[in-house]
């Protein structure tokens, strides 16, 4: 069952085919090679829609596949679905899908209980990954739940024809490269169901291991609609020879046309061939200019339409008999098929084929179209011949009926050996896929700021393109690769996802492999646009919409991302298991857009006050330092300047405070754009303020904390409500430092209302002036909350951060 093959390149440059050959060197054969094997795994909780044991993740991509799904591959495969239940056990399916091919039928559909789109679709430790198609499909997709222990790791096996044929199959080396990687990996599973006897004795012999592993021969269904009907027209007497076969070259429909052509006595009888497998008239031509080479008939010869079932099984029972000529099967349907309505066999002698057809009579050699010949005309001319021939043929389809080989199928899934648990202690194994210093990267800072404290609860191995990365002490450091991903030797592995270039490759493994996924961002506009490109960006929102979409309304987001009215992060959201947000608000919105459940985690509290800062000593000598005015109510809003964060608003709220004779000035603490800071800086003037408002532009570490110290007040706004997290305003509250901010602001990183004096989201200058003037009346260097600080920076602590990710990850 040789199937198409796909040469897609990675980000290193590396074919599929040999992506595949290096992970199944490397992963198949043992733990990857970024740490130690693992010694119990840690208990992970089922993640979403808790499901009673036993639960079976199933590979369905065969039956999405318009290549296999409606062959004999996805009928096989559909049919041992139907029958679960068998011998008393109805676990419940987890199909795992490939969003890039096209949706499942509803029928099919409607087998599983949950449908998932990567490896992360997995219950709680144990259970059954059933690979229905291992050969025809990426392994890379399922390799984390192939090298996770504990599970039971079951293949349907089909056949090794391309391995029989590679001239025909494997003439390419990507091909060849790709089919043997797949053959690798079959090395990975613990129990094989092969459908023939012959493919048993194959699989034995080309992948190591297979030999002592579990193997149960189930064999292939006739459909229940080529069987008889109990009430359908009785058929007409026989009249015509059937070859059932095919447009693929090892289905050898040459041989019967050659052998109907070459029978004076079939010419002499008018008995004609028919020949079922859909040969589109181009490939026709060719074979009826065969058959009238070797003397025959040109009416004699006749090639049926694509048939219904009903039409399918009139064709066998009128049969004088059905020729099965392929050169090579793992399995032969026409042959059950034709034995389920009374039609007698003729079959090539290939292995699967000869292990159905036991009667050397039937039997014939691919290529000796003389003793086919002369089987033909026996059952075309000799009655009792034939029906000798029907007797003994008669039952051979009576093993291979839905329920008798779905029997098989379910019971060889009860007695499959598990791969043993690996143990070790009770700490889970965790890898985070993120920038780290010193890529200039707000996350990569974050990501490094609370990879101790998740060390500290777990082995964390960071997965970084970082040149030269610094990670803190306990942290393993590993290049970024589909490793970490593909391993089931770790308990979970999490994508730290952001908007900039430093997340792109992040983004494709986690689409392509899943995990869990902490997003920084609740808007990926500018992610999709610049890094994958307008046309992508657009038939997201156009997905995400449900409308075409002109990049003329793109361009408009891009500018004022205040009407963007949608998020652009339903991919990330489909392949992530689970989503982290660090805003409840951000947590909120995408249920209520995507309807998606996404947790909440805290954002970490990383800037805190050094001993003793707080004091009034220290604030003055801070205030010194920073070159502030004695006599001044300082104001001071911290971060890169934007348009969003309303610095219009605040130098009219200062304009109002000074007119109220509150002697306010106003600092911009971080870089500004040139545009924006001489816009602002015309505003001061003509409000007299030129002298009140300072731009410190971009400061370092001791400077920052310095203005923490020094300031009276804060103001942090955000024009949009989407839930964005500010890391400034958190550092505000961290240094008690009283601020004014808006509602979404406020709420996105749980501001205490002891340091927090809010304001509208739909922002006034006026209500932000009376806020700072409240704060004015406590004076300058006003004492600060130690009590609030203290207990809010203790419930944002990094060991929190860490204690509820983990927890989230189910492995709290």
């Known amino acids: 069952m040789a199937g198409s093959r796909k040469n897609r390149r990675d980000h290193t440059g590396r074919t599929q085919a040999e992506q595949h050959r290096c992970a199944a060197a490397t992963i198949v054969r043992g733990w990857p090679a970024c740490g130690p094997a693992p010694v119990v795994l840690a208990r992970r909780a089922w993640l979403e829609d808790p499901m009673p044991s036993p639960a079976m993740i199933v590979d369905a991509r065969c039956l999405q596949d318009p290549a296999y799904r409606e062959r004999g591959i996805g009928q096989h495969a559909e049919s041992l679905l139907r029958g679960r239940g068998a011998g008393g056990r109805a676990p419940r399916l987890i199909g795992l899908l490939d969003p890039a091919l096209p949706t499942l039928a509803p029928r099919v559909a409607a087998l599983f209980g949950t449908l998932r789109w990567t490896a992360y679709a997995e219950p709680p430790d144990g259970g059954w990954f059933v690979s229905l198609s291992p050969m025809t499909h990426d392994p890379l997709r399922v390799a984390r739940l192939l090298t996770r222990p504990g599970r039971r790791h079951?293949?349907?096996?089909?056949?090794?024809?391309?391995?029989?044929?590679?001239?025909?199959?494997?003439?390419?080396?990507?091909?060849?490269?790709?089919?043997?990687?797949?053959?690798?990996?079959?090395?990975?599973?613990?129990?094989?169901?092969?459908?023939?006897?012959?493919?048993?004795?194959?699989?034995?012999?080309?992948?190591?291991?297979?030999?002592?592993?579990?193997?149960?021969?189930?064999?292939?269904?006739v459909r229940a609609s080529l069987l008889p009907q109990p009430d359908e027209t009785p058929a007409r007497p026989p009249r015509h020879l059937l070859a059932v076969a095919g447009p693929d070259p090892r289905k050898n429909v040459e041989a019967p046309i050659i052998a109907h052509a070459a029978s004076a006595a079939l010419r002499a009888a008018g008995l004609p061939l028919l020949v079922a497998g859909g040969y589109p008239p181009q490939q026709q031509a060719p074979l009826r200019a065969l058959h009238e080479r070797h003397g025959g008939d040109p009416a004699l010869l006749r090639f049926l339409p694509h048939l219904t079932d009903a039409e399918l099984r009139r064709a066998y029972q009128e049969a004088l008999a059905t020729v099965a000529p392929s050169r090579a099967e793992g399995f032969s349907i026409p042959v059950i098929e034709a034995s389920a309505n009374g039609s007698p066999v003729l079959a090539s002698d290939c292995t699967a084929q000869a292990e159905l057809v036991s009667q050397e009579d039937a039997l014939f050699a691919p290529d000796d179209t003389a003793r086919l010949r002369e089987q033909m005309e026996r059952m075309a001319l000799d009655p009792a011949a034939r029906a000798d021939l029907q007797r003994r043929q008669q039952d051979i389809w009576r093993r291979f009926t839905e329920a008798e080989v779905g029997a098989r199928f379910w019971a060889a899934l009860d007695t499959a050996p598990a791969s043993p648990?690996?143990?070790?202690?009770?700490?889970?194994?965790?890898?985070?896929?993120?920038?780290?210093?010193?890529?200039?990267?707000?996350?990569?800072?974050?990501?490094?700021?609370?990879?101790?404290?998740?060390?500290?609860?777990?082995?964390?191995?960071?997965?970084?393109?970082?040149?030269?990365?610094?990670?803190?002490?306990?942290?393993?450091?590993?290049?970024?690769?589909?490793?970490?991903?593909?391993?089931?030797?770790?308990?979970?592995?999490?994508?730290?996802?952001?908007?900039?270039?430093?997340?792109?490759?992040?983004?494709?493994?986690?689409?392509?492999?899943?995990?869990?996924?902490?997003?920084?961002?609740?808007?990926?506009?500018?992610?999709?646009?610049?890094l994958l490109g307008r046309g992508r960006a657009r038939a997201l929102a156009e997905v995400e919409l449900g409308r075409p979409v002109e990049d003329s309304e793109i361009d408009d987001w891009l500018g004022n991302e205040r009407t963007l009215p949608t998020f652009f992060l339903s991919e990330v959201l489909r392949a992530?298991?689970?989503?982290?947000?660090?805003?409840?608000?951000?947590?909120?919105?995408?249920?209520?857009?995507?309807?998606?459940?996404?947790?909440?985690?805290?954002?970490?509290?990383?800037?805190?006050?050094?001993?003793?800062?707080?004091?009034?000593?220290?604030?003055?000598?801070?205030?010194?330092?920073?070159?502030?005015?004695?006599?001044?109510?300082?104001?001071?809003?911290?971060?890169?300047?934007?348009?969003?964060?309303?610095?219009?608003?605040?130098?009219?709220?200062?304009?109002?405070?000074?007119?109220?004779?509150?002697?306010?000035?106003?600092?911009?603490?971080?870089?500004?754009?040139?545009?924006?800071?001489?816009?602002?800086?015309?505003?001061?003037?003509?409000?007299?303020?030129?002298?009140?408002?300072?731009?410190?532009?971009?400061?370092?570490?001791?400077?920052?904390?310095?203005?923490?110290?020094?300031?009276?007040?804060?103001?942090?706004?955000?024009?949009?409500?989407?839930?964005?997290?500010?890391?400034?305003?958190?550092?505000?509250?961290?240094?008690?430092l009283r601020v004014v901010a808006n509602h979404d602001l406020a709420a996105a990183i749980d501001a205490p209302e002891a340091l927090w004096h809010g304001v509208p989201d739909n922002l006034s200058a006026v209500l932000v002036a009376e806020r700072l003037a409240t704060i004015a009346e406590a004076g300058l260097l006003a004492p600060r909350d130690e009590a609030a600080r203290a207990a809010y920076a203790e419930a944002h602590s990094p060991d929190r951060y860490a204690a509820t990710l983990l927890a989230g990850l189910g492995l709290g």
């Not at 094989?192 to 579990?214: E, K, N």
Request: glycine letters at 8%; charged letters at 15%.
């Open 154 to 221: 079951v293949a349907v096996i089909y056949d090794f024809i391309p391995h029989e044929m590679p001239d025909t199959y494997l003439r390419g080396q990507a091909d060849r490269l790709d089919y043997y990687a797949r053959l690798a990996w079959l090395g990975a599973y613990g129990t094989f169901l092969p459908i023939s006897q012959a493919t048993a004795a194959q699989l034995r012999s080309l992948v190591p291991g297979a030999a002592q592993a579990s193997c149960v021969v189930t064999g292939v269904a």
């Open 576 to 736: 992530a298991q689970p989503t982290f947000m660090h805003s409840r608000l951000s947590c909120d919105l995408m249920q209520r857009t995507y309807g998606t459940a996404v947790q909440h985690l805290p954002f970490a509290a990383l800037r805190l006050p050094e001993p003793g800062a707080l004091t009034l000593e220290a604030r003055a000598a801070a205030r010194a330092r920073v070159r502030l005015p004695t006599d001044d109510f300082s104001i001071a809003s911290f971060g890169y300047v934007t348009p969003d964060k309303a610095p219009h608003d605040l130098i009219w709220a200062l304009s109002l405070l000074r007119g109220w004779k509150i002697p306010a000035s106003l600092a911009f603490v971080g870089d500004a754009p040139d545009h924006l800071r001489q816009d602002l800086e015309a505003l001061a003037t003509y409000l007299g303020l030129a002298g009140h408002v300072r731009f410190t532009g971009a400061v370092d570490e001791a400077a920052w904390c310095a203005w923490l110290q020094a300031a009276d007040a804060a103001i942090q706004l955000r024009a949009h409500t989407i839930g964005s997290v500010s890391a400034a305003l958190m550092d505000c509250l961290t240094f008690g």
């Open 421 to 530: 648990p690996v143990l070790r202690d009770a700490r889970p194994r965790l890898a985070m896929l993120s920038p780290l210093p010193p890529d200039r990267s707000g996350v990569a800072d974050y990501t490094h700021a609370v990879l101790g404290a998740i060390a500290r609860r777990a082995e964390v191995v960071a997965y970084t393109e970082a040149p030269s990365p610094r990670a803190p002490e306990g942290v393993q450091i590993e290049a970024l690769t589909p490793l970490a991903s593909l391993s089931g030797g770790y308990d979970a592995v999490v994508a730290v996802m952001g908007n900039s270039h430093f997340h792109r490759r992040i983004f494709d493994l986690l689409l392509d492999y899943g995990g869990g996924c902490i997003a920084h961002d609740a808007r990926m506009l500018h992610f999709y646009v610049g």
